[in-house]
């Protein structure tokens, strides 16, 4: 693991750095993306490549496009006229550093240079470009991420029922997730059964993740977490804590985990790494 992330963190900074932009442009965009962060959408990517006995290296493109998407979301989700927060992995947010104006353009270049890199994969047919181009529209766009975006902004000062509240975060983060699992699928020459399974795996770490990040909220530290802790509080926002209390929520992500779980162990590949990303979202304390 340690190994993919070393190399997703060289091929971002190249990626960025060959980019015929002003410097400010690519210093704000490479500023999001090596802030750090578990880069869990890439280790996902590698390891369902890893699960078939692929070779990763033929996903490194696709998790590299797959990590700007994120840091996209998270700059412009850190904007004042979002969450408006001041830090975002121990570090000052792309718009305390450069600027709203910056940090907006910023993300629009990180979102859109995603599937300028996808669709130059020249190791892959135009048919599986375009499936995975596809496939990633429909996760981070109105149908995927953004849509739990706006429903998750909706969401502050209400009190949302539960399955309103799946539905926010299996669009916000649960999405993007699935699609590194399904790419990851997709790439390897899965039959539709398996791909199938391993989108209801990914629906589950998906919520599971969110989970985390709820308790965290209530028991994390800055230091932990790498920014202020009890913002849902502040924004009234709905939380699995909040709504089943913080024991439930623990057991909700218990639940969440072990049918994850319980779909590696029913497929007839080695997810070994896949179960041990499924233990560290379970367990990850930033």
Not at 75 to 101: C, Q, S, V, W
Request: proline share 3%; hydrophobic share 40%; charged share 25%.
């Amino acid at each position: 693991m340690a190994n993919y992330l070393e190399t997703v963190n060289k091929e971002l900074k190249i990626m960025i750095q060959r980019l015929k932009t002003p410097e400010t442009l690519k210093n704000a965009m490479d500023y999001s993306l090596q802030a750090g962060g578990k880069r869990i959408r890439p280790m996902l990517i590698f390891s369902t490549l890893a699960a078939f006995k692929k070779d990763v290296a033929i996903g490194l493109p696709v998790a590299c496009a797959v990590e700007m998407v994120h840091t996209y979301s998270l700059i412009h989700d850190d904007l004042p006229a979002m969450d408006n927060d001041d830090f975002r992995r121990g570090k000052p947010t792309n718009h305390k550093m450069y600027g709203e104006a910056t940090a907006i353009l910023a993300g629009d270049g990180l979102l859109t240079y995603s599937f300028q890199i996808i669709s130059e994969i020249k190791q892959l047919s135009a048919e599986k470009r375009l499936a995975i181009i596809n496939e990633l529209a429909k996760a981070s766009g109105p149908e995927g991420m953004v849509a739990g975006q706006i429903a998750d902004m909706e969401g502050e000062n209400q009190n949302l029922q539960l399955t309103e509240l799946e539905y926010i975060h299996t669009h916000k983060t649960g999405k993007l997730l699935t699609f590194c699992v399904k790419v990851g699928a997709i790439l390897a020459d899965a039959d539709k059964a398996t791909i199938d399974l391993l989108e209801q795996f990914g629906y589950h770490i998906g919520l599971a993740f969110q989970i985390r990040d709820d308790i965290l909220d209530v028991e994390g530290t800055i230091e932990q977490i790498g920014k202020d802790v009890g913002s849902d509080r502040e924004k009234q926002k709905s939380t699995y804590p909040k709504i089943l209390t913080l024991s439930g929520a623990k057991n909700k992500l218990k639940e969440h985990i072990a049918k994850a779980e319980g779909i590696l162990e029913s497929l007839p590949i080695d997810t070994g790494q896949l179960s041990f990303i499924t233990e560290l979202i379970a367990k990850r304390d930033h």
